[in-house]
C-alpha cells in the first residue's frame, strides 16, 4: 500500500464500514469547478475557511465552512466553489457500506442506513466533533508508532458512530442548530490546536499569525488563550514544541541540534534553556534516562 493510502474499517450493528484515506486526508485543497461523481460515499470535513458546494441539480450552492460535515452519496454529481482555495482545510475520504454478517435485522439496518445517506442526497451537517478525530486518525496514521493503527481504527468508528447518530437523527444544513454539546468555541478551540501542530516548526511563528488566522486581534487572542489554557501564546507554543521534542529524543536518533531545529526553536541554546527550564533535565540527560529505562 503506498505510504499515503490508508484503508481503516469497523463494524457496528454488523455492518461494516471502510474508510479509504489519502490525499484528502492530509487537508488538501478542494476540486473546485468541475462536475463529477464517485462510485462510493464522499465524506469531506471542513476543518476551515468556506466555500459553495452545487447540489446535483443545480440550482443551490450551499455555503459549507468550519465543522460542517459533507456526506455525498455514491453516483451524485457535485461541484465546489472557492475564490481562495488555499484560505480552506478540508479533509476528505471515500467511505464503503456493507453487511458484515448478513442476517434479518443486519439487512434491515443496513437498508435503514443506506436510506438515510442517499435518499435525501447531499448531506451537510454542522458536527464540529467531527475535526478533533478526523485530525487523530491523520496524526496517528502518520506517526509510524507501535499500535499506531489500531488507534487510528478506534478513532474512525467513533467518527462513523457519532456521523450516523447525527444524520438517523436528524440531518439539517443549518449551522444554528447544533450537535449536542458543542458550540463554536469548541471548534475555535480545536482550530487553534491544528494551528500549532501545522505550524510548531516555524522559528517566526508569532501571535500575530494565530490572530490573524483566527480574525481576532491580539488582544482578543491573548483573551482566548487566559480563557482557554490560562497561560500566553508564548507559552503554549513551547509546550508544544517541547512536547515533540521529548518524543524526539526518546524515538530518534536525531541530534540535539537537528530536534532544535526540528521543532521550531530559532538556536539549540534556546532549545536547550527552554527544556531545562521545563523539566530540571538537559535534553542530552533526558535521552539518557530514557534509555535506561
Known amino acids: 500500500m503506498d505510504s499515503d493510502k490508508f484503508v481503516l474499517n469497523c463494524v457496528v450493528n454488523n455492518i461494516k464500514f471502510t474508510g479509504l484515506f489519502d490525499g484528502g486526508l492530509f487537508g488538501e485543497q478542494i476540486m473546485t469547478d468541475r462536475t463529477h461523481s464517485h462510485y462510493q460515499y464522499e465524506i469531506h470535513i471542513v476543518a476551515d475557511g468556506e466555500y459553495l458546494v452545487e447540489d446535483i441539480n443545480g440550482k443551490e450552492n ?36 456493507d453487511c458484515d454478517k448478513k442476517t434479518k435485522d443486519s439487512i434491515a439496518e443496513y437498508n435503514k442506513i443506506i436510506d438515510s445517506l442517499t435518499n435525501k442526497g447531499m448531506i451537510i451537517s454542522y458536527s464540529p466533533w467531527a475535526i478533533p478525530l478526523i485530525s487523530e486518525i491523520k496524526n496517528e496514521l502518520l506517526s509510524k508508532q507501535y499500535g499506531a493503527f489500531d488507534l487510528a481504527e478506534i478513532a474512525f ?25 458543542y458550540d463554536d468555541n469548541i471548534v475555535r478551540n480545536e482550530t487553534i490546536n491544528m494551528f500549532f501542530d501545522n505550524n510548531f516548526s516555524n522559528p517566526n511563528l508569532s501571535a500575530n499569525d494565530l490572530a490573524t488566522h483566527l480574525n481576532l486581534s491580539v488582544r482578543q487572542l491573548n483573551r482566548v488563550f ?20 521529548r518524543k524526539f529524543l526518546i524515538k530518534t536518533d536525531y541530534t540535539i541540534e537537528e530536534i532544535a531545529e526540528r521543532v521550531g526553536f530559532s538556536s539549540s541554546s534556546g532549545f536547550f534553556v527552554a527544556f531545562k527550564k521545563e523539566f530540571n533535565v538537559t535534553p542530552k540527560e533526558f535521552r539518557q534516562n530514557a534509555k535506561s529505562i
Open 62 to 97: 450551499v455555503k459549507v465552512t468550519i465543522g460542517d460535515v459533507i456526506v455525498i452519496p455514491p453516483n451524485f454529481y457535485h461541484s465546489s466553489h472557492a475564490d481562495d482555495t488555499s484560505k480552506i482545510r478540508n479533509y476528505a475520504f471515500r467511505l464503503e457500506i
Open 157 to 181: 468508528k467513533k467518527l462513523i458512530i457519532k456521523l450516523l447518530r447525527s444524520i438517523l437523527k436528524k440531518s439539517t444544513s443549518k449551522r444554528d442548530e447544533l450537535s449536542s454539546g
Open 226 to 245: 487566559r480563557e482557554v489554557y490560562n497561560i500566553s501564546f508564548h507559552k503554549k507554543l513551547i509546550e508544544v514544541r517541547l512536547a515533540l521534542a
